[in-house]
């Protein structure tokens, strides 16, 4: 079996971002500037069975944005790079998880077609963890979906923006834990293509 590994680096005017993503578990260290989503970054990794290095930079004097989706875009890139033609992935998977009072449901197909249906309370859109914009959830998965060729769906409700917040990444994490895990050797997909 092929090492499931893969290096990404992006550099523009407003972010640098060095990342190492392995599927097959590893060293988990992130640093983006941005404390809530590190820990979201981990959490995601751990609860995805995933090795995570992330080294970002970003002009955090605006706000969070660019380096939260530029994050995005490199996890995604990685992700999909590793996966390739995604021959002998299980492809979807699905997880629920419950943060007190929070709760997430995702479902995913890793088909290399993008697409991001997310169905999050908007009270909490504007709403600050930290330094972090709980807005700026959806435009990292918005992001990874389109690096990564996900189709992803993404529910959830609740009344605290941390729990909520929380409970998607692990719900996600979850999911893709189950739909990248080696299964076969075929493409899954009756076209015999993804």
């Given at each position: 079996m092929k090492t499931r590994i893969a290096t990404v680096?992006?550099?523009?005017?407003?972010?640098?971002?060095?990342?190492?993503?392995?599927?097959?578990?590893?060293?988990i260290n992130v640093d983006t500037g941005?404390?809530?989503?590190?820990?979201?970054?981990?959490?995601?990794?751990y609860h995805a069975g995933f090795g995570l290095v992330v080294?970002?930079?970003g002009d955090l004097r605006v706000d969070g944005?660019?380096?939260?989706?530029?994050?995005?875009?490199?996890?995604?890139?990685?992700?999909g790079r590793i996966l390739g033609d995604r021959a002998g992935i299980a492809r979807f998977g699905q997880a629920r998880v419950p943060m007190d009072e929070a709760l997430a449901d995702a479902a995913l197909?890793?088909?290399?077609?993008p697409y991001l249906r997310y169905d999050v309370p908007d009270a909490h859109a504007q709403v600050?963890?930290?330094?972090?914009?709980?807005?700026l959830t959806?435009?990292?998965w918005r992001a990874a979906c389109q690096g990564a060729g996900l189709t992803l769906h993404i529910a959830a409700y609740g009344s605290n923006a941390h729990h909520i917040a929380e409970a998607v990444?692990?719900?996600?994490?979850r999911a893709l834990r189950q739909a990248v895990r080696m299964e076969g050797a075929g493409i899954p997909s009756t076209k015999g293509v993804l």
């Open positions: 680096r992006r550099h523009t005017k407003e972010t640098e971002i060095e990342l190492i993503l392995s599927l097959e578990c590893g060293e941005i404390g809530f989503f590190d820990h979201m970054l981990c959490a995601l990794a080294s970002a930079k944005h660019h380096t939260v989706e530029d994050v995005g875009i490199v996890w995604g890139q990685a992700l197909d890793v088909s290399g077609r600050k963890i930290g330094a972090y914009d709980a807005c959806e435009e990292f990444f692990k719900a996600c994490a």
